[in-house]
């Protein structure tokens, strides 16, 4: 009897024994997996942050780049950028004091993250204001362009006309009236041919043409009428001044004629003409240059 009682304790002990070393070694297994899934979650979460700090320095160095690059553009836009990179210099000094102090959280990098793109989104609005200045710039830049090229044109055209009126200030007109017989007259109805003669510059003889205008308004041009012609003579002289038809035109004596040539215009009417006063005008290309009259009875 003795001797299975005391197998029986030592059977109880044995399994008590067994018992409290299943449970210590449960309980260390636990504390074991525990250990590990704090540890993986303090990687992950050590990862995380590094990662996140990681995108906000590449976006303060992106945004001082473009900063940098946007300067000299303008003075206005210089003082706006000048603001923004105040912003990020502040973001990015708040940034080391907490990470040297160690209190930086993933919440903390997010919170910075977002108010470096608000800090990108103003300055995305400067530079599509300053692109819209630019353009308005542009466009007027251009008006300026085309109304100097105008005033420019406006100019030449001014120099050529001063230049061939300044030419003809005291060139030599004269007019007469000539019946039968290249015999002078007054007289309207006997009129055969009227001849106008005047200097020119040599250069000009080509591109004249003229216009006639007679008492009742009406109008006969050279460019759509065979009545008038003209030519170039070397030595031309009206007939007797003291007998020409009444003259309203220039005289004046020429010091210089290397460069001039001696035009005379030859009206030759296809019907009788009226009295009163005879018009003509005179055109170099589209430039008036001047005119003489004659006054028949």
Request: hydrophobic share 30%; charged share 30%; glycine share 6%.
């Given at each position: 009897m003795i001797t299975k009682s005391k197998e029986s304790v030592t059977a109880v002990i044995v399994t008590l024994l067994f018992v409290l070393a299943c449970s210590v070694a449960v309980y260390f297994f636990s504390l074991k997996s525990l250990a590990e899934d704090e540890l993986t979650s303090e990687k992950v979460k050590t990862e995380k942050m590094l990662s996140e700090k990681l995108a906000l320095s590449k976006e303060i160095e992106k945004l001082?780049?473009?900063?940098?690059?946007?300067?000299?553009?303008?003075?206005?836009?210089?003082?706006?950028?000048?603001?923004?990179?105040?912003?990020?210099?502040?973001?990015?000094?708040?940034?080391?004091?907490?990470?040297?102090?160690?209190?930086?959280?993933?919440?903390?990098?997010?919170?910075?993250?977002?108010?470096?793109?608000?800090i990108r989104n103003k300055l995305n609005e400067e530079i599509a204001?300053?692109?819209?200045?630019l353009v308005a710039l542009q466009k007027e830049n251009g008006n300026l362009k085309?109304?100097?090229?105008?005033?420019?044109e406006t100019h030449e055209d001014l120099v050529t006309r001063n230049t061939v009126l300044s030419q003809l200030i005291s060139e030599n007109y004269g007019v007469e009236a000539h019946k039968k017989r290249n015999k002078l007259t007054v007289n309207s109805k006997r009129t055969k041919e009227i001849l106008l003669g005047f200097d020119v510059p040599t250069e000009m003889t080509e591109k004249l043409s003229f216009k006639i205008t007679s008492p009742?308004?009406?109008?006969?041009?050279?460019?759509n009428s065979k009545t008038i012609t003209y030519t170039v003579k070397e030595?031309?002289?009206?007939?007797?001044?003291?007998?020409?038809?009444?003259?309203?035109?220039?005289?004046?004596?020429?010091?210089?004629?290397?460069?001039?040539?001696?035009?005379?215009?030859?009206?030759?009417?296809?019907?009788?003409?009226?009295?009163?006063?005879?018009?003509?005008?005179i055109f170099?290309?589209?430039?008036?240059?001047?005119?003489?009259?004659?006054?028949l009875k």
């Open positions: 001082k780049s473009e900063i940098v690059g946007y300067k000299g553009k303008s003075a206005d836009l210089d003082k706006r950028l000048m603001s923004l990179e105040t912003q990020l210099q502040q973001k990015e000094s708040e940034l080391k004091n907490q990470a040297r102090k160690g209190e930086t959280t993933i919440a903390d990098y997010k919170k910075q993250l977002a108010d470096l793109q608000a204001r300053q692109n819209e200045q085309n109304t100097i090229a105008m005033m420019e009742d308004g009406k109008a006969v041009a050279s460019n030595d031309f002289e009206f007939s007797d001044s003291e007998v020409m038809a009444s003259i309203n035109g220039t005289y004046a004596s020429i010091s210089d004629k290397r460069n001039k040539k001696r035009v005379v215009l030859t009206y030759k009417p296809e019907q009788k003409l009226a009295g009163g006063v005879y018009m003509i005008d170099s290309d589209s430039t008036f240059v001047g005119s003489s009259q004659i006054r």
